[in-house]
Every structure is written in C-alpha cells, then in structure tokens.
C-alpha cells in the first residue's frame, strides 16, 4: 500500500486545515488508520487514528476537540480536519496504517507497517 500525504501549509493561529492522505495499491476499508506529527528532534506523536473493527476513533490528548480523523471509502482517502490551530501544532504530518496491530498499540508509531511521506504544517502567531 502506497500513501500520499498533502494538504499542509502556512497558516495563522486560529485556522484551519485540512489533511488528505490517498491510499494506492490497496484498501483503506480494512486496516487501523492514524496520522502522526513529529517535530526536529522528537519522536513521531500520535494524533488520531481510526481502529480497524468498530471505526471509532481515537485522539491524542491535543488534539482532542479540535481534530477530527475521517476516511472516504469511495475515494480510498483519509482525512485530518484540523481546527484552531496553534503554533505548537506545527510538525510534519504522517498518515499511516495497519492491518494487523493491536488496539492498546494504536498510538505507537513502531506499530505501523505502511507510512505516508508526511506534509508539512506551519501555525504563525
């Protein structure tokens, strides 16, 4: 499965974005599907994810009442809708999935077999 990550862009606090990750090669209807940020020196964090079973949904605590994962079968895309943005959302964003992966593993990233190249993301003050 190939993943194309875009979508991300300059923008002020307060804004919006949405990400898109379109999935070739195979189906997004089956695996667990995240997205993750990362910042020069840290490690990848978790954002949100949609598990593979029951397709709820899980945030990593920022991102909870402002982020919203979504999928879009028909178009084998998944989206991050992003909402009052702040500067300390800026990253590089990565959508990733899994097809086999537990549900106490959804937010580590070392879980995840298949990576989008990431967006970058840039919040101003």
């Known amino acids: 499965v190939q993943l194309q990550a875009s979508g991300g862009e300059l923008v002020q606090a307060g804004g919006s974005l949405r990400l898109s990750c379109a999935a070739s090669?195979?189906?997004?209807?089956?695996?667990?599907i995240a997205w993750f940020r990362q910042t020069p020196g840290k490690e990848r964090e978790f954002v949100a994810a949609?598990?593979?079973?029951?397709?709820?949904?899980y945030y990593g605590d920022f991102a909870k009442g402002r982020f919203t994962i979504s999928k879009d079968n028909a178009q084998n895309t998944v989206y991050l809708q992003m909402n009052n943005l702040k500067p300390e959302d800026t990253a590089v964003y990565y959508c990733?999935?899994?097809?086999?992966?537990?549900?106490?593993?959804?937010?580590?990233?070392?879980?995840?077999?298949?990576w989008g190249q990431g967006t970058q993301v840039t919040i101003s003050s």
């Open positions: 949609l598990w593979r079973t029951t397709g709820r949904t």
């Open positions: 990733a999935l899994d097809f086999r992966l537990i549900l106490s593993s959804i937010r580590q990233a070392r879980e995840y077999d298949y």
């Open positions: 090669g195979g189906s997004i209807n089956g695996p667990t």
